[in-house]
């Protein structure tokens, strides 16, 4: 048994607001493999690190720029400069009345913390593995492509031209490009001749994120079709264990054939404080997706928590 590969989920969002430089910092010197980044485009066509293409949950946008939301209320990344942007105080996620998503964590609606640019991030961590002598790699997510085409950016082709320009091409194995859209995870290795390993992302179609039916791709031959294009799968927590007799958590057998498929399995999102049911534990619902389904990585809130657990 390996260990599992540590992917700092936002950053150490479990500690500080999700995406901001110092959430990353704090997952690096945790001792995370992996950190990751969400990639959206700002309306001058800067790449933003962002969990989703909406400010207003995460950001003071709607004290400081009132009026500039769209006919659903919501703040777009993609309406506001980076200028704009960078004067933006970074926040704890909220909920649409202003709490906290997850009440135990960074305080709601304070902190002196702001939004960066993909360039920005990249920066940082090259000069953090210098510094330590590491070589941690990074995480990108092509945020919703099909939504950014709509809104006149392209934006995998930045993305692989930033990730060059940093020299990652030399260094191929620090990263990881991820997406939950099908027909953009074979874009990118047949068309963009995307040099790094790509992880398909899975979701639930209810979500409504891509065009793509995650149903089909949890079967023998869906995971076989993206295998041609990724190397790894990225499923949700509830697509690898399930409640059995007892409520005793059993594996669905996804991580298997995704291991008979020749894809790793790196599932999101393992949280102290949201665990699946039936487990008593984060150690143990680790534990449990390690030592028993055998995933090989996983996207965590908390990398300090998978980083001190040693598996036999
Ligand atoms: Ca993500």
């Known amino acids: 048994m390996t260990q599992p590969l540590v992917i700092a989920h936002r950053g150490a969002s479990g500690y500080l607001p999700e995406h901001t430089l110092a959430a990353k910092t704090l997952a690096f010197e945790m001792g995370a493999d992996f950190l990751e980044q969400d990639i959206v485009a700002s309306r001058d066509d800067e790449l933003i690190v962002l969990h989703d293409v909406l400010l207003d949950r995460v950001s003071d946008v709607a004290l400081k720029f009132p009026g500039r939301h769209r006919n659903d209320g919501r703040y777009y990344v993609r309406d506001f400069d980076l200028d704009e942007i960078r004067s933006l105080n970074a926040w704890e996620r909220m909920r649409a ?4 998503v997850y009440p135990g964590r960074y305080p709601a609606q304070s902190g002196d913390f702001g939004i960066n640019t993909l360039a920005e991030e990249l920066a940082l961590v090259q000069r953090l593995n210098a510094e330590h002598d590491r070589s941690v790699g990074v995480y990108p997510e092509v945020k919703r492509p099909a939504w950014h085409m709509e809104e006149g950016i392209d934006i995998a082709p930045p993305l692989l031209r930033t990730l060059a320009e940093f020299g990652y091409e030399d260094h191929p194995d ?5 997406c939950f859209d099908d027909a953009e995870i074979r874009r ?3 068309d ?5 390993k790509l992880v398909q992302l899975i979701g ?4 409504l994120e891509a065009a793509t039916d995650y149903d089909a791709m949890r079967t023998e031959a869906g995971l076989r079709e993206i295998a ?3 190397d790894a799968i990225g499923p949700h927590i509830g697509h690898i264990l399930e409640p059995g ?6 594996s669905t057998g996804l991580v298997a054939m995704a291991h008979e498929a020749g ?3 790196h599932p999101y999102t393992f949280r102290v404080d949201e665990l699946p049911a039936g487990f008593m534990s984060f150690d143990d619902l680790v534990s449990f997706c390690v030592s028993e389904l055998g995933i090989d990585g996983l996207f965590t809130d908390f990398p300090d928590r998978v980083v001190e657990l040693r598996f036999p």
């Open 204 to 207: 639930e179609n209810a979500w």
């Open 97 to 100: 009345d202003g709490t906290a």
């Open 245 to 250: 007799a007892d409520s005793v958590p059993v």
């Open 192 to 196: 963009l001749s995307c040099p790094y």
């Open 188 to 190: 990118l290795r047949n």
């Open 263 to 265: 894809l790793a399995v």
């Open 174 to 178: 620090q990263v990881y490009v991820q």
């Open 228 to 230: 041609d294009s990724a």
